[in-house]
């Protein structure tokens, strides 16, 4: 009797979660369709966006742009271009961790898995080693550029490459000195 009893409840227990299984899949397949038919982000919206961004330096456009790509991983390599500009043409050295990401994804083809914690960025960052010496060179300027424009995420990822040796030699002291600025920068906010 206490057998079955137990069964029926594992059974029922069962049968509720399946249900609560399907109906968070149809809400993710809702969303998607939702973000599919959205008008939002129609190809004239993006177009602008893409014009803002490339004559104008537009911020407000280049975070609609990141959020577009965001949503549409096959072709977030597109948001490069858009990164370099911002940087390059106007200066705007916040977006120079944005370029490492853009590069080193595209380099590796390996998405930025961040839950908030140093240790998942470490694993990230391990993708750095992957790259040849140029590349290292190339991504390296972004950051650098970036942390002498006090580009929190800048001088973040070169903490942790200089702290773990992560594509360049371990130097402790460069790692804490960098430290010093990350907590002054956070003191400031």
């Not at 409840?9 to 973000?35: H, M, T």
């Not at 080693?129 to 390296?140: A, C, M, S, V």
């Not at 040796?165 to 956070?186: E, F, P, R």
């Amino acid at each position: 009797m206490k057998a079955s009893i137990v069964l029926m409840f594992a059974c029922g227990l069962l049968i509720v979660s399946c249900q609560e299984k399907k109906e968070k899949e149809k809400i993710v397949d809702i969303s998607k369709e939702n973000f599919k038919k959205s008008e939002y982000f129609n190809e004239d919206r993006i177009k602008d966006d893409k014009y803002n961004v490339k004559f104008k330096g537009d911020e407000l456009s280049f975070g609609e742009l990141e959020l577009y790509y965001s949503y549409n991983h096959s072709r977030n390599e597109e948001l490069l271009p858009y990164t370099l500009i911002m940087v390059e043409k106007y200066k705007k050295y916040k977006y120079c961790t944005t370029v490492f990401n853009n590069l080193i994804e595209f380099y590796t083809e390996q998405e930025l898995q961040y839950d908030g914690t140093s240790k998942s960025l470490i694993v990230y960052l391990n993708n750095f080693k992957k790259l040849n010496e140029d590349q290292k060179r190339y991504l390296l300027y972004f950051l650098k550029l970036g942390a002498t424009h006090n580009d929190y995420g800048s001088i973040n990822y070169m903490e942790l490459l200089n702290r773990e040796g992560i594509g360049v030699d371990v130097n402790l002291k460069k790692a804490d000195s960098l430290k010093n600025v990350l907590i002054t920068l956070k003191n400031r906010c």
